[in-house]
């Protein structure tokens, strides 16, 4: 029997009983809490609708149970009773209510705490035990126990469960059933196993058949697993494990409410990378309250959009929101990620070369720039073209400008020369194979001037001078041996260029022979199997689109009647590769034809945009944004969810997606975690572009990492200052070192962040409970994972406290990695049927996110700020002062940051000798066009990425930090930490220097700086202002742009360097008080059995010398205390 648990409740207007559970609340040790689960229907509308909800309902609600010497338990031992009450007794499963009562510690009184979490077979035997109404005046006993038989419900009912009363009470044939069992709503329903009494749920009502009679002796409970899921919901409660059978509940209903309304927000932002297939997915879905909605996160396959996963204790509405692209964006989004394979089609049939010839873009490149170089070189008109082609052989330019380009180089080549001539000097694979020949047989005609006559009449225009140096110069090359090809090629090129003499050019074009070799371009350009080749690469952006996944939206067939159609409709005015163009030198039929790559391409992914989403709205009825109810999901929101997530056999909708946003609670293996670390919301995103690290450069991580944060500073207004980068890795797969590429970059790109490593997949290795319990991964060791070992070697710290050339050691990164590795196991139902995986997950998930809250990055060091603090006062009146003077020490710290903005305004500062014009063109027009302070395309040229890159770079050069570091001795360390830290506080967010029309109000005294630096006259124009027009744009861009983006000119105004100088010591004393109060707040959270043993502890003293009821006594007892724990800590050895 229950016994203690079973508690007897009276108001005025009802009866019932409940069962009595232990609660914490509040961190209160001065009083014992316990929570009582009721049915709404028994309080009848105590605790509804009350404004009030930590009213104290003592005087309104009875309470009867016994302590464990079975004594009832007396009012006066009652302090305090509050009162959830859901209301609703309309439906069973809702008819939930929940009494928090606050009792004498000194009361003994423990209770039953099993519950039961499994499934009951088929009428196993179970117990209820109440207090029935009829029986309240019986003196000897008013309580009975009833035994019945579980009862199978098909299909399984997760909140309610049916049981049979077996006992026989039906011999009082006075009475109703409904009669004799009033007062047992809220009776605990429990299972007897092994020597346990386990809970299973309370009692909620009888099966009424026909007034009050149940002739089956039916019985409805609502089930534990159910009830303590609904009080959460409801914010009444958080609760954790502590073992497989008891939980730990905490009462939050009206502490909550105060906490969000009193502090400002604490969140935590997780950036996921890895390895495709290491569990990203599968870690942020872990997290959340409605998990199994998302059964569509599945691992190994490479994320494609932004998922943005956001978990607090509570939330307003639990939902997946999906933003789709707009066709801007969209567009945008399909040529920047396009690969080289449809500019590559072109350029073979276009230019009539072998496929091998130009499967290397930078190999193909360079051949061209060697021939048009030939051409062109005295043309000053074409200097851009030849820029570009540098460009993109380094990696240097987007897709976009990539593509006009490519169309510059055709239309140059076939301009200027006969594509066969075309094929002789750029065309390595041609050659091979006629060398080949020729080898074979040296009476082979290297040129067969009668075959190309046919086909090419231009080869008769060219000198027969001409054709015999050709002809010679190949003869040579393909006695050659083969070894070296591409050396010897290109020197076969160039001695073959060279033989290209202006007087055949001229001939060449001087017969309007340009008309003809048009002709044949556009012949070669309507084969079908090119158009086929081409369009299968056009609608297809691997790892990123493919029309077929779209198949169930759009009409049958479509792919291929937008293929036909493309086709048809290739050479019209609005084609795809051509389009006439009026040209008065050149005209076929009256008009010149031009080649238009990019608005072929952008076009058709219009088209594809526009039909794509018709065919979304068409089936679902959505557009733009749509958001899901979690709570509420049904078979098809999951498959329409799971489509917006990944690839599916039904297809996907991942390449017209912007973002998934899910916004749910917090699962409850983690809700009291986030409780005692003062955590409001866990913010995790799991992007394209940060997986694949084992194969990509630095440089593509870097960028990727830079662009995603960008993208989240802007758009989903996260702060740097915020982010920490968690790499996730399977202990099976992959190098042990692939932290050697990452940590650099994360370095580079974001210093503020510390990274974190979970390492999935443990249950690989730890199996039994005891091997799982005993995992420890402190010290090097071989019976640990290879990755693991690794990290923890003498070689691997040493590997990973290297950062760039100079070998600038940041011991606190390494550090903190190395004392946060967290093993993980993310397969549920293991966790669920081995405990001690559960129990790891929270420990090590716990370990995390206070290392994260508390700063640990930023080394445990408080810093001491009262010379700052002292050297800000004087500096608030130093200009308009003369009586205040700055002591050596002083001067020397403000030269110091004097020095330290130069630096960082001259490595934010760009020169025009070293961009393209359009570049130029696009960062100068972007303040009064787009309303943004520069442009974001092939460069990070936005001012907020200017300055946060240059900050990151100035604070990761040692020379320079060291210089401020003195003055803080000794603090070192701390101070590094610090100053990586202030970075959103000085420059402030993304926006506050991206956008241009920002209010006043948003404004940080940086970017106020930084307008008024703009208009002391050192600066000829003011790009805030908006005052460059087009037509100055046009005339002087290169003057323009060196003017507004040589940032450091401005800093020779004294007045505007003292402004900045001044904020940064403001913002630096703001952070390092910051980073002290939390690093001292957090700490002790590290362990919170040590946490709890404080707060004993103080609660036993302060009992111990506390006059009862003297308040002003209680002061100065707990302050005594206080005294005590500094003096006994200060004399703490080591």
């Not at 302590?67 to 007794?89: M, P, Q, W």
């Not at 386990?198 to 009502?205: A, D, E, H, P, V």
């Not at 301009?415 to 020949?437: C, L, M, Q």
């Not at 992007?687 to 084992?694: F, K, M, Q, S, V």
Request: charged share 30%; glycine share 4%.
């Amino acid at each position: 029997m229950l016994s203690k648990n079973v508690v007897l409740i009276e108001t005025i207007e009802s009866m019932g009983t409940g069962f009595l559970y232990p609660c914490k609340f509040d961190g209160n040790k001065s009083k014992q809490y316990f929570i009582i689960f009721t049915n709404a229907h028994v309080l009848q509308t105590i605790g509804v609708d009350n404004e009030n909800i930590a009213q104290n309902y003592k005087n309104q609600i009875r309470l009867h149970f016994y302590d464990d010497l079975g004594n009832k338990i007396d009012s006066n031992d009652i302090d305090e009773i509050r009162v959830y009450n859901s209301g609703s007794y309309i439906d069973n499963k809702d008819d939930i209510a929940a009494i928090l009562v606050a009792v004498n510690e000194d009361l003994a009184l423990k209770v039953e705490t099993n519950i039961c979490n499994h499934i009951l077979d088929n009428r196993t035997v179970i117990y209820m035990e109440g207090y029935p109404g009829i029986m309240l005046e019986d003196e000897v006993c008013s309580k009975i126990q009833l035994q019945g038989l579980e009862k199978k419900i098909f299909p399984e009912n997760k909140e309610i469960g049916i049981y049979q009363i077996t006992d026989d009470y039906h011999w009082y044939n006075d009475f109703h059933d409904r009669q004799l069992l009033q007062g047992m709503s809220g009776s605990p329903v429990y299972l007897e196993k092994n020597g346990k009494t386990m809970l299973l749920g309370i009692n909620q009502s009888i099966s009424d058949i026909s007034q009050g009679e149940n002739p089956f002796k039916l019985m409805y409970y609502i089930k534990i697993e159910y009830l303590l899921n609904y009080l959460r919901e409801a914010n009444c409660i958080i609760f954790s494990k502590v073992n497989e059978s008891t939980y730990n509940i905490v009462w939050i209903y009206e502490l909550y409410v105060k906490r969000i309304s009193e502090n400002e927000e604490k969140n935590v932002t997780l950036m996921l990378m890895g390895g495709s297939g290491a569990g990203k997915s599968s870690f942020a879905k872990d997290f959340a309250y409605h998990g199994n909605q998302l059964k569509s996160t599945n691992d190994g396959q490479t994320t494609r959009t932004k998922v943005i996963y956001e978990y607090g204790i509570s939330v307003s509405q639990a939902c997946a929101e999906i933003k789709f692209l707009n066709q801007d964006a969209f567009c945008e989004k399909m040529i920047r990620k396009m690969d080289y394979s449809p500019i590559k089609y072109i350029l073979v049939q276009a230019l009539d070369l072998e496929q091998e010839s130009a499967r290397n873009e930078n190999t193909f490149l360079e051949n061209c720039y060697r021939l048009l170089e030939k051409i062109y070189k005295e043309d000053k008109k074409n200097l851009q073209m030849f820029e570009n082609v540098r460009a993109i052989i380094q990696g240097n330019l987007g897709n976009e400008e990539k593509l006009k380009c490519y169309e510059d180089i055709i239309d140059k080549v076939i301009s200027k020369i006969p594509v066969w001539f075309v094929k002789y000097t750029i065309d390595a694979n041609f050659i091979e194979k006629i060398r080949a020949k020729y080898i074979k047989d040296y009476s082979q005609e290297i040129i067969d001037i009668e075959y190309l006559s046919k086909h090419d009449n231009t080869i008769k225009l060219w000198s027969d001078e001409n054709k015999v140096n050709i002809i010679k110069i190949v003869k040579n090359y393909c006695k050659e041996k083969a070894d070296k090809p591409d050396e010897k090629f290109s020197k076969f090129q160039t001695e073959l260029i060279s033989k290209v003499n202006r007087k055949s050019i001229n001939k060449y074009t001087g017969n309007n022979n340009r008309e003809r070799s048009w002709t044949l371009l556009t012949e070669r350009l309507k084969e079908e199997a090119f158009l086929e080749r081409y369009f299968e690469a056009v609608l297809e952006c691997e790892g990123f689109f493919n029309v077929k996944e779209f198949e169930d939206v759009l009409p049958d067939g479509y792919r291929a009647d937008l293929i036909k159609d493309m086709k048809q409709n290739i050479f019209t005015i609005n084609g795809i590769l051509l389009e006439d163009e009026i040209d008065n030198d050149n005209r076929i039929n009256g008009s010149k034809i031009a080649i238009k790559i990019l608005k072929g391409i952008n076009d058709l992914y219009k088209q594809i945009h526009r039909d794509i989403k018709a065919g979304i709205k068409n089936k679902y009825g959505i557009s733009e944004i749509y958001k899901l109810d979690l709570s509420k999901m049904t078979v098809d929101d999951r498959q329409f969810l799971q489509k917006c997530l990944q690839v599916t056999t039904d297809g996907s909708l991942t390449g017209f997606i912007d973002y998934v946003k899910i916004q749910d609670m917090i699962s409850n293996e983690y809700a009291m975690i986030l409780w005692e670390l003062g955590i409001d919301k866990i913010k995790m995103v799991d992007t394209c572009g940060l997986d694949h690290i084992e194969i990509n450069s630095k440089k593509v991580l870097k960028d990727n990492l830079l662009e995603n944060l960008y993208y989240y500073e802007n758009q989903q207004k996260i702060q740097f200052s915020d982010i920490s980068i968690l790499y996730i890795k399977k202990l099976d797969s992959g190098k042990p070192d692939e932290l050697r590429t990452l940590l650099p970059c994360v370095r580079e790109a974001i210093p503020t962040a510390p990274l974190y490593c979970v390492f999935s997949g443990i249950d690989i290795f730890y199996r039994t409970p005891e091997e799982i319990a005993s995992i420890c991964w402190k010290k090097e060791n071989k019976k640990l994972p290879k990755v693991v070992n690794y990290i923890l070697s003498k070689k691997g710290r040493n590997d990973l406290q290297k950062f760039g050339e100079e070998d600038y050691s940041e011991e606190s990164m390494y550090l903190v990695l190395k004392n946060n590795l967290i093993p993980y196991c993310g397969i549920k139902k293991i966790v669920k049927e081995n405990f001690q995986y559960y129990l790891n997950n929270t420990k090590y998930v716990r370990k995390l996110l206070a290392s994260i809250v508390m700063k640990e990055y930023s080394s445990l060091e408080i810093i001491d700020v009262s010379k700052l603090n002292k050297l800000n006062e004087k500096l608030k009146h130093y200009i308009d002062s003369k009586n205040e003077k700055l002591s050596n020490e002083e001067e020397h710290l403000v030269k110091c940051v004097d020095e330290l903005q130069f630096e960082l305004f001259s490595q934010a500062s760009l020169d025009s000798d070293s961009f393209r014009y359009n570049t130029k063109r696009a960062d100068v027009s972007s303040f009064n066009k787009n309303g943004k302070a520069g442009y974001y395309g092939t460069y990070r040229h936005q001012l907020n990425q200017l300055f946060h890159e240059a900050y990151s770079s100035v604070f990761m050069n040692k020379e320079i930090t060291e210089k401020i570091t003195v003055y803080f001795q000794p603090s070192e360390v701390a101070l590094k930490a610090a100053l990586r830290n202030m970075e959103n506080k000085y420059l402030g967010d993304g926006q506050n220097l991206l956008d241009v029309d920002l209010e006043e109000s948003k404004k940080n005294k940086f970017r106020k700086n930084l307008e008024l630096m703009y208009e002391m006259g050192i600066y000829k124009y003011k790009p805030y202002m908006k005052e460059i027009t087009e037509d100055d744009i046009k005339e002087k861009r290169d003057v323009i742009f060196n003017d507004i983006f040589d940032l450091r000119k401005g800093l020779s105004n004294e007045k505007i360097l003292f402004d900045f100088v001044k904020e940064f010591l403001l913002c630096l004393e703001l952070q390092i008080n910051e980073d002290n109060k939390i690093k001292s707040e957090n700490l002790l959270k590290l362990n919170q059995e040590f946490t709890e043993a404080l707060a004993a502890l103080k609660h036993e003293y302060v009992e111990k010398y506390l006059l009862e009821g003297d308040e002003i006594s209680k002061e100065r007892v707990e302050s005594k205390f206080k005294a005590m724990m500094e003096y006994y800590f200060k004399g703490v050895k080591k």
